[in-house]
């Protein structure tokens, strides 16, 4: 089945700076590929998404791409604000017999700092 | 106001009593799914449901059993066998569109002691 790693388990940035979150997935017929927000006690939240058959996505100071070569892909987030602290979730979908299947990374633990 | 219902937030156990937990969707999405979270370890899949009456083994289901008699609900049993059954459980569904995103309920989170 698929699995998902992701890094780093804990960031702390500077306000204003940029954060970087990685993730690496195993399954090659995975094609979708969604990010998340979890602030604490609340539900997960989709923030991006990207599909297999694109590189690069944006949306205002969110970004993501995806190596599909090298089955890694990357949540970029620029001039970091206090609100995007939260708990950020990659995952990797893969569709088969009618079945869409999520698996999630462990989680990225972002603090911004004011 | 669509979305998904989980109920109760909070839910506590003893030991050795199988416990269910209620989630319901007016968004009309045909799959559904629950998940677990314990710190650290993200979000691991226990079930999930394309139809009615036909669900499939998530990476973790032992220890849990499902039922999808209604489209829009989709309860999961924390039996007794499950070892370690506290945690944060999240339901979870997705429309019919081919890669879609997950829409999330809030959440309930079980203690059994």
């Known amino acids: 089945g698929e699995n998902v790693e992701q890094h780093p388990s804990t960031l702390s940035v500077q306000e204003g700076d940029s954060a970087v979150i990685k993730c690496t997935y195993s399954?090659?017929?995975?094609?979708?590929f969604p990010w998340y927000k979890q602030e604490l006690g609340k539900r997960p939240q989709l923030i991006i998404d990207?599909?297999?058959?694109?590189g690069e996505k944006k949306d205002q100071r969110i970004a993501v791409t995806l190596n599909k070569t090298a089955k890694h892909f990357s949540l970029h987030i620029t001039e970091t604000q206090p609100e995007d602290s939260a708990v950020y979730f990659c995952?990797?979908?893969?569709?088969?017999?009618?079945?869409?299947?999520?698996?999630f990374g462990t989680g990225t633990k972002l603090q911004v700092i004011p | 106001d669509g979305g998904i219902t989980q109920s109760p937030k909070y839910l506590f156990r003893k030991e050795g009593q199988n416990v269910t937990l209620s989630c319901e969707q007016n968004?009309?999405?045909?799959?559904m799914y629950w998940y677990r979270q314990d710190p650290g370890q993200g979000l691991r899949l226990i079930y999930y449901?394309?139809?009615?009456?036909?669900?499939q083994k998530g990476d973790i289901a032992e220890g849990y059993s499902v039922s999808r008699e209604k489209k829009e609900s989709f309860p999961l049993t924390v039996t007794s066998a499950q070892k370690n059954p506290t945690a944060f459980y999240l339901c979870?569904?997705?429309?019919?569109?081919?890669?879609?995103?997950?829409?999330f309920g809030n959440g309930t989170r079980l203690t059994v002691t």
């Open positions: 995952a990797a979908s893969t569709s088969s017999g009618g079945y869409q299947k999520v698996t």
């Open positions: 399954d090659s017929a995975s094609n979708y």
């Open positions: 990207i599909r297999s058959n694109v």
């Open positions: 968004l009309n999405h045909d799959a």
């Open positions: 449901s394309q139809i009615v009456n036909d669900f």
């Open positions: 979870a569904s997705i429309d019919g569109t081919y890669n879609s995103p997950l829409h």
